[in-house]
Every structure is written in C-alpha cells, then in structure tokens.
C-alpha cells in the first residue's frame, strides 16, 4: 500500500514538472537487440582548457602550445641521437 502511495507522489510531482517516462508498455515493445541509431558527441572541449573565465581558458591554452613546442623540440633532438 506504502509503495503505491509513493509511486502515485512521484508520478504528481512528473506530471507538475512536466517530466515524462516510458512505461511498462513501451519497455516491452521495444527491441532488446536495438541499438542506438547515431553517435554521442565526442571530442568538442578538451577538460584541459575547460573553464568558465575566458581569460583562464586563454592562458590554459598558452601553457598548452607552450609545453607542446619544447616537447616537439626535446623530441627532434632525441630521435637525432642528442641525450641532452
């Protein structure tokens, strides 16, 4: 009785917020073997130049460019032989 109290609570407060769900109905009509028709978006904002204020992201985005030019240097001089 507790249970269906409370799934009736739920479902008012859905409804007020305009929350939809699928149903028992609609669970069991759908393909078990379906599979998702497209992709999740990937790759759009890389986490390390994540942020909210424009000029920490720029400055992220300098240290980045910064440290990828000295590895590619340190990397030319070690396929050249150059330990140091």
């Known amino acids: 009785m ?4 409370e799934e009736a609570e ?6 007020a ?5 699928l149903g028992r109905k ?3 009509e ?3 073997f379906d599979c998702p028709k497209g ?11 994540a942020a909210k204020n424009k ?6 985005l300098l240290r980045n460019r910064d440290f990828i030019e000295k590895y590619r240097a340190a990397l030319v001089k070690h396929l050249a032989g150059s330990c140091r």
């Open 2 to 5: 507790r249970v269906r109290t």
């Open 10 to 15: 739920h479902r008012e407060r859905r409804k």
């Open 17 to 21: 917020a305009g929350i939809t769900v």
């Open 26 to 28: 609609r669970i069991l």
């Open 30 to 32: 759908q393909n078990p």
């Open 39 to 49: 992709h999740a978006p990937r790759f759009r904002m890389s986490p390390r130049v």
């Open 55 to 60: 000029w920490a992201r720029i400055e992220a």
